[in-house]
């Protein structure tokens, strides 16, 4: 999924894998491209899923061919969802399960933002459980850096990080947590992977925390470019739209996400470098 705000579920996700009604081959010279060129052309400049799925759409031809590429469908992203965003939740629970569904026995490439209720997050959980999707994560993003109050000792909306990396995820190469905390918060983490069996793959541990206590630091980190591109890697290629780490800029940096990003959700920021880009800015207040 982008990063960005779940988007409306609509007739597109209420139909997303039904049968289409009238629809036939494209007649025309692009309907007859051959399968490698066409998907070729839709991985270059269809990145977002959403996109691809109205794809499927098109004609019976490129539903064919989209619906079978099942490395369309690796990058799975698990958005920011509100409790009170009941509609956006269901239109949202039925795009991951027909996701899942395309992705064959591929590894998958996961962003995953925690929800804020439990129920949710559990509901998310049973879609990636129907599929037994959990051995066949190769990489994790996890997006902490929006939960609040998230260095309290008991905060209840802070995931088990540990549940990430328990033999059930055996498949796992690459976690990257990014977290907003005044403490360190998962440096036990370290010593959870050095205990994995030797057998799995060797699991790589980043992290990234959002929160700096110094002007100095402030300014060096507001030019979030390469953090970015360590959060996100190849699959930046692939979105239109994602949520910038939770911290604030200045009115002096430069531009640093590539011109394809043309959605960008942040928390923290008052403003933000780029022109080309429809945004979401909120100023929550944290709380000390």
Same mark, same amino acid.
């Given at each position: ?5 779940? !988007? ?9 894998? $039904? ?15 051959? @399968? ?8 270059? +400049?269809? $990145? &977002? ?25 690796? +990058? ?11 509609? =956006? ?10 996701? *899942?569904? &395309?992705?064959?026995? *591929?590894?998958?490439? @996961? ?6 209720? $439990? ?16 051995? &066949? ?19 209840? !909306? ?17 976690? =990257? ?25 060797? *699991? ?7 929160? @700096? ?10 030019? !979030? ?12 290629? $692939? ?29 923290? &920021? ?14 929550? !207040?944290?709380?000390?």
């Amino acid at each position: 999924m982008t990063s960005s705000t779940v !988007q409306p579920p609509a007739l597109i996700v209420a139909s997303a894998d $039904q049968e289409i009604i009238g629809v036939e081959y494209c007649d025309s010279l692009i309907g007859r491209l051959p @399968v490698e060129l066409l998907i070729a052309i839709i991985r270059c +400049y269809c $990145q &977002r899923i959403w996109s691809r799925i109205k794809l499927t759409h098109v004609c019976q031809y490129w539903r064919v061919v989209m619906i079978d590429e099942a490395s369309m469908w690796t +990058y799975v992203e698990v958005p920011r969802i509100n409790s009170d965003q009941a509609s =956006k939740m269901e239109g949202f629970f039925r795009v991951l399960d027909m996701q *899942l569904s &395309r992705t064959a026995e *591929l590894p998958l490439d @996961v962003v995953f933002f925690p929800p804020e209720a $439990q129920s949710i997050h559990n509901r998310i959980i049973e879609i990636f459980l129907k599929y037994e999707t959990f051995p &066949r994560w190769r990489s994790l993003v996890l997006r902490m850096d929006y939960i609040e109050n998230l260095d309290r000792p008991n905060a209840s !909306q802070r995931p088990d990080t540990h549940f990430f990396v328990s033999e059930r995820f055996c498949g796992l190469e690459s976690l =990257k947590l990014v977290y907003y905390s005044y403490v360190s918060l998962f440096e036990s983490l370290r010593g959870t992977i050095a205990g994995r069996p030797s057998s799995l793959p060797r *699991l790589t541990l980043e992290l990234f925390n959002t929160y @700096v206590n110094t002007v100095e630091a402030r300014e060096r980190l507001s030019v !979030q470019g390469e953090m970015v591109s360590m959060i996100y890697g190849e699959s930046l290629d $692939q979105l239109s739209g994602l949520i910038l780490p939770n911290f604030a800029g200045h009115r002096f940096e430069s531009e640093f996400l590539p011109r394809h990003i043309t959605e960008i959700e942040c928390a923290v &920021r008052s403003s933000h470098p780029f022109p080309h880009a429809h945004s979401s800015i909120c100023s929550p !207040q944290r709380s000390t």
